[in-house]
Every structure is written in structure tokens, then in C-alpha cells.
């Protein structure tokens, strides 16, 4: 039975996983020994023993979800805790939470720092994937069926935005819509769900007005950061300066790139070249080759997901599965976007490559459920059967 277990799991998504992540630390260690040094005095393996750490961790949390029944979420008991930890976690967040950036986003516990809106994006996705895989006998009735798990994200959207940090939330937002589209919706249902949306966005806009912080969300500065994408050599010393920064360094790698640890950008030049901008870091040292193995290993692991949600007749899995390579997707697209120049800065870091305890870890936990959701499938498919004699 075990040996059956073991020979049903994808080992190509598995291998792709790590191969990115280990790939990742290096960049992270070559990207970041010099902020080690300027900003913090201390050794220039300063971020990289950190981040080991946290790939040690979502290594085992890995291995832990990969074996775990994902099924075991379904039950209406797990989708009660997962509702009461997010919301409770946000709330506490936000009148206990750590400052940093300008964002009170951060739990201080010893001399880690969790970052629960990280871990938020996977509960929105299994709470929503739990729920409407049990509302598919009546997914045209909009008020029973699709509005109870959008008041969820709501409240999710809205928590994450009082921080302020929009691009989690953005990105919530966005793989929720996903996930509702594919989870069989009506078009009348959807036209409903337009205008709650509509409806939420207004009240989430009123939120912050009440509580003070639309003018934290909508300051100059994060305005500046919003707009310094489509002039950035207009206002090269404020907000143009990371992105123009990033150009050089994209410019300097060429094809072939200046040689691992070369970079010269990560010289103080560079604004968080270990997390947001990673990328700029991996281009000028390892050059175009250097992008297309990072952006090919994440295109292959979003669409081995895209795969295996096709694949599962169970309608959690689909959608959960769905929901996973959405968000490294979706995550994907905005860092890259804003690294080129063609989105706003928001702050959103690399899947599986980028600097971050909280987000590799939930990005393990993501892979380990979805690495198994295939394994659950091509077991049943294979040795299932019955078998000839």
C-alpha cells in the first residue's frame, strides 16, 4: 500500500518545486549579503541563515501536507477553525501587530516575525474551495450559495487593506474571483456578485475613512508608488528610483549576465533587492537565462495545478487546486510586472524565490496540498481498477 502511495505522487512538480526554492535561497544569499553588512552591521549570511531556517521549516510542512488527506479540510468543523483563526488573527494584527513599512502587518513572537496575512491568502482558498464544493447542487441560488464565502473574502479583503497592505490584498481578491468563476457560478449569480462587489469596495472605502487610515492607503507616497511605474525617469530620486535601479540592473545582465554574486546594483543601489526585486538581482547576474529558468520552473508548477484541477472529479480538489496555482500566479505576475516596470510597486515578493519566512512557508503548505490532491487522484485512477487477472 505505502509502496503504491509513493509511486502515485508527481515527482516532476515536486522536483520543480525544489529545484526553485533552492534556487531561491542562493539568490537570496547573493542578492542580500551586502544589505546584511550596510543596514545591519552584522554578517553577510545575515538573510540567508533566516531564510534557511524557513525553508527548513516548509520543507517539513511540505512533506506534512503532501501525505495529509487534503479531504480532512471539507469537514465542517476544520471550515469553522480555518474562519475563526483568519479572522481572529487579522483582528489581533491589527491592535497588536508589529509596524514595519508603514504597514501593521507583523506578530512578533520571540525573534520571529509571522506575517498572518501571508497564511490569510490559503485560507481564503480553502474556505472558499470548502464551501462552494458543497453548494454545487444550487450554485444558481446567489444568496445561499455564493454570498456567504464572499462576505468571507470581504471581510478578509477589507482587514488585510487596514493594515495597509494592498498587494495581499489585491492578491485575495483576485484569486478568489478566480476561484468563484471556475466553482460553476450563473450568469445571474454573477451579475449579483458584480454589484456586492461593487457594494463591498464602497464600504471597505468608508472602513477607512472611520478608522483614519485612507490617508495612510491613499498617502502621496503610496500614490507615488502607484504612478512612479509609467514615468519613472520623470522623478528619478523619489519614486522612479527602485524601478529605474532595476532597469540598470536588467540592462547590465544582457544575455549572459556579470557572474553569480557579480551584481552591482545590491550595492546600496537597489532598494529591497532580496525580496520585491529579486528578480533585477537574478537578471543582471545570470542574465535572460537566468529570468526564463525562474519564470519557467513557476509557469510549470502553476500549470502542472492548472493540470491537476482538470484532472479531479472532486469538485474541493478542482477547486482548491485551481486556487493554489492561481495565487503563485497571480503572485508571480505582480512581482514581474512591477520589477519590468509594467505594474505598480506593491511590495509583493517571488514565489519560492523572494526573501520572506511567512510567504515560503505558506508556499510550501500550498504545494505540499496540492502535490497531494495529484497523488489522491493518480492513486484512485491507477489502483482503483480492477485488476486483470
Known amino acids: 500500500m505505502f509502496i503504491r502511495i509513493l509511486k502515485s505522487y508527481d515527482y516532476t512538480l515536486i522536483a520543480a518545486i525544489f529545484l526553485l526554492s533552492t534556487f531561491g535561497l542562493l539568490m537570496v544569499y547573493s542578492s542580500s549579503m551586502i544589505t546584511s553588512i550596510l543596514r545591519y552591521d552584522v554578517t553577510s549570511s545575515y538573510f540567508f541563515k533566516k531564510q534557511s531556517i524557513s525553508l527548513l521549516i516548509g520543507f517539513i510542512s511540505f ?30 494584527v491589527m491592535i497588536f501587530g508589529h509596524t514595519a513599512g508603514n504597514a501593521q502587518s ?19 482558498i480553502i474556505y472558499l474551495s470548502a464551501l462552494l464544493a458543497k453548494k454545487q447542487r444550487y450554485m444558481d441560488d446567489f444568496y445561499n450559495a455564493i454570498l456567504p464565502p464572499v462576505i468571507f473574502v470581504v471581510l478578509i479583503f477589507i482587514l488585510i487593506l487596514l493594515q495597509p497592505d494592498f498587494g495581499t490584498a489585491l492578491i485575495i481578491l483576485l484569486n478568489a474571483a478566480i476561484i468563484i468563476l471556475c466553482s460553476g457560478i450563473t450568469l445571474k449569480s454573477f451579475i449579483k456578485l458584480s454589484a456586492f462587489t461593487a457594494m463591498a469596495v464602497s464600504i471597505g472605502l468608508m472602513l477607512l475613512f472611520i478608522t483614519n487610515k485612507l490617508a495612510d492607503v491613499f498617502s502621496s507616497e503610496r500614490i507615488s508608488r502607484f504612478t512612479g511605474f509609467l514615468d519613472p525617469f520623470q522623478n528619478i530620486a523619489d519614486s522612479g528610483y527602485q524601478l529605474v535601479s532595476s532597469y540598470y540592473a536588467i540592462n547590465s545582465g544582457g544575455m549572459l ?38 519564470i519557467g520552473l513557476i509557469a510549470f508548477i502553476v500549470l502542472k495545478g492548472f ?14 487546486a485551481i486556487g493554489i496555482s492561481s495565487m503563485i500566479g497571480i503572485q508571480a505576475i505582480i512581482n514581474l510586472g512591477a520589477v519590468a516596470g509594467l505594474l505598480p510597486i506593491t511590495g509583493v515578493t517571488l514565489p519560492f524565490v523572494s526573501y520572506g519566512g511567512s510567504s515560503l512557508i505558506l508556499l510550501f503548505i500550498s504545494a505540499g496540498m496540492l502535490v497531494n490532491i495529484s497523488m489522491m487522484n493518480t492513486f484512485k485512477q491507477t489502483y482503483s481498477k480492477p485488476q486483470a487477472i
Open 106 to 124: 507583523w506578530v512578533k513572537l520571540g525573534g520571529a516575525a509571522i506575517q498572518p496575512a501571508e497564511f490569510a491568502k490559503m485560507w481564503v
Open 307 to 320: 493540470a491537476i484541477s482538470k484532472a479531479c472529479p472532486d469538485p474541493f480538489g478542482s477547486l482548491l
Open 63 to 92: 512533506a506534512a501536507l503532501s501525505f495529509f488527506p487534503y479531504k480532512i479540510f471539507l469537514q465542517k468543523k476544520m471550515i469553522k477553525l480555518l474562519f475563526y483563526i483568519s479572522i481572529g488573527s487579522l483582528l489581533f
Open 257 to 294: 549576465g556579470l557572474g553569480l554574486g557579480n551584481s552591482i546594483q545590491k550595492y546600496g543601489y537597489l532598494p529591497e533587492s532580496h525580496t520585491d526585486f529579486i528578480m533585477a538581482v537574478i537578471s543582471e547576474e545570470l542574465g535572460l537565462f537566468g529570468v526564463l529558468f525562474v
